[in-house]
Nanobody, 118 residues
Protein backbone atom coordinates (compact mmCIF):
# COMPACT_ATOMS: atom_id res chain seq x y z
CA UNK A 1 0.00 0.00 0.00
CA UNK A 2 1.38 3.36 -1.03
CA UNK A 3 -0.29 6.70 -0.55
CA UNK A 4 0.92 10.07 -1.75
CA UNK A 5 -0.93 13.24 -0.90
CA UNK A 6 -0.30 16.50 -2.73
CA UNK A 7 -1.82 19.89 -3.40
CA UNK A 8 -1.00 21.64 -0.15
CA UNK A 9 0.55 25.05 0.11
CA UNK A 10 0.28 28.50 1.59
CA UNK A 11 -3.14 30.08 1.29
CA UNK A 12 -4.74 33.18 2.76
CA UNK A 13 -7.68 32.96 5.16
CA UNK A 14 -10.86 32.44 3.20
CA UNK A 15 -8.99 30.77 0.37
CA UNK A 16 -9.32 27.35 -1.21
CA UNK A 17 -7.16 24.38 -2.08
CA UNK A 18 -7.71 21.00 -3.65
CA UNK A 19 -5.79 18.12 -2.17
CA UNK A 20 -5.15 14.93 -4.10
CA UNK A 21 -4.15 11.48 -2.97
CA UNK A 22 -2.88 8.82 -5.33
CA UNK A 23 -3.08 5.27 -4.07
CA UNK A 24 -1.18 2.28 -5.36
CA UNK A 25 -0.61 -1.32 -4.41
CA UNK A 26 -4.22 -2.08 -3.60
CA UNK A 27 -7.60 -1.88 -5.34
CA UNK A 28 -8.88 1.50 -4.23
CA UNK A 29 -12.45 0.63 -5.23
CA UNK A 30 -12.59 -1.97 -2.46
CA UNK A 31 -11.87 0.53 0.29
CA UNK A 32 -13.47 3.49 1.91
CA UNK A 33 -11.04 6.39 1.96
CA UNK A 34 -10.48 9.07 4.50
CA UNK A 35 -8.55 12.25 5.05
CA UNK A 36 -6.83 13.00 8.34
CA UNK A 37 -4.82 15.98 9.46
CA UNK A 38 -2.29 16.78 12.12
CA UNK A 39 -1.78 20.33 13.25
CA UNK A 40 1.45 21.42 14.98
CA UNK A 41 1.47 20.15 18.55
CA UNK A 42 -1.81 18.32 18.18
CA UNK A 43 -2.91 14.76 17.63
CA UNK A 44 -3.90 13.50 14.23
CA UNK A 45 -7.64 13.80 13.64
CA UNK A 46 -10.12 12.49 11.12
CA UNK A 47 -11.46 15.09 8.73
CA UNK A 48 -13.56 13.31 6.17
CA UNK A 49 -14.37 9.89 4.76
CA UNK A 50 -16.06 8.57 1.63
CA UNK A 51 -17.44 5.08 1.14
CA UNK A 52 -16.37 2.77 -1.67
CA UNK A 53 -19.20 3.69 -3.99
CA UNK A 54 -19.49 7.31 -2.87
CA UNK A 55 -22.89 6.70 -1.33
CA UNK A 56 -21.83 7.81 2.14
CA UNK A 57 -19.64 10.67 3.26
CA UNK A 58 -18.56 11.88 6.67
CA UNK A 59 -17.20 15.25 7.74
CA UNK A 60 -15.88 16.39 11.07
CA UNK A 61 -17.98 19.19 12.51
CA UNK A 62 -15.05 21.58 12.18
CA UNK A 63 -14.99 21.24 8.37
CA UNK A 64 -18.62 20.49 7.55
CA UNK A 65 -19.90 22.78 4.83
CA UNK A 66 -16.39 23.87 3.87
CA UNK A 67 -14.65 20.68 2.73
CA UNK A 68 -15.80 18.22 0.07
CA UNK A 69 -14.42 14.73 -0.40
CA UNK A 70 -14.53 12.88 -3.71
CA UNK A 71 -12.89 9.93 -5.37
CA UNK A 72 -12.05 8.52 -8.79
CA UNK A 73 -11.81 4.77 -8.44
CA UNK A 74 -10.79 4.27 -12.06
CA UNK A 75 -7.65 6.33 -11.50
CA UNK A 76 -7.04 5.38 -7.85
CA UNK A 77 -7.44 8.97 -6.71
CA UNK A 78 -9.10 10.63 -3.74
CA UNK A 79 -9.61 14.36 -3.43
CA UNK A 80 -10.41 16.85 -0.72
CA UNK A 81 -11.64 20.28 -1.75
CA UNK A 82 -10.92 22.81 0.99
CA UNK A 83 -12.67 26.16 1.04
CA UNK A 84 -13.24 29.04 3.46
CA UNK A 85 -9.96 28.13 5.06
CA UNK A 86 -8.91 29.54 8.41
CA UNK A 87 -5.83 29.26 10.56
CA UNK A 88 -7.26 26.25 12.41
CA UNK A 89 -7.03 24.30 9.16
CA UNK A 90 -3.24 24.61 9.12
CA UNK A 91 -1.96 21.04 9.28
CA UNK A 92 -0.35 18.20 7.41
CA UNK A 93 -3.10 16.31 5.59
CA UNK A 94 -2.98 12.57 4.96
CA UNK A 95 -5.20 10.07 3.18
CA UNK A 96 -5.83 6.57 4.47
CA UNK A 97 -7.82 3.55 3.34
CA UNK A 98 -10.43 1.79 5.42
CA UNK A 99 -11.49 -1.81 4.86
CA UNK A 100 -14.86 -2.46 6.41
CA UNK A 101 -14.60 -0.81 9.82
CA UNK A 102 -10.81 -1.07 10.05
CA UNK A 103 -8.51 1.79 9.15
CA UNK A 104 -5.19 0.67 7.70
CA UNK A 105 -3.15 2.61 10.24
CA UNK A 106 0.08 0.92 9.13
CA UNK A 107 -0.27 2.54 5.71
CA UNK A 108 0.30 6.22 6.44
CA UNK A 109 1.99 7.76 3.45
CA UNK A 110 3.44 11.15 2.80
CA UNK A 111 1.15 13.97 3.76
CA UNK A 112 0.82 17.43 2.31
CA UNK A 113 1.18 20.62 4.31
CA UNK A 114 -1.56 23.22 4.25
CA UNK A 115 -0.67 26.56 5.80
CA UNK A 116 -3.39 29.17 6.18
CA UNK A 117 -1.86 32.56 6.86
CA UNK A 118 -2.08 36.15 5.74
Amino acid sequence: VQLQASGGGLVQPGGSLRLSCVASGFPLANYSMGWFRQAPGKEREGVSCVSRMVDTTYYADSVKGRFTISRDNANNMVYLQLSSLNSDDTAVYYCLPKYGSAWLYDSWGQGTLVTVSS
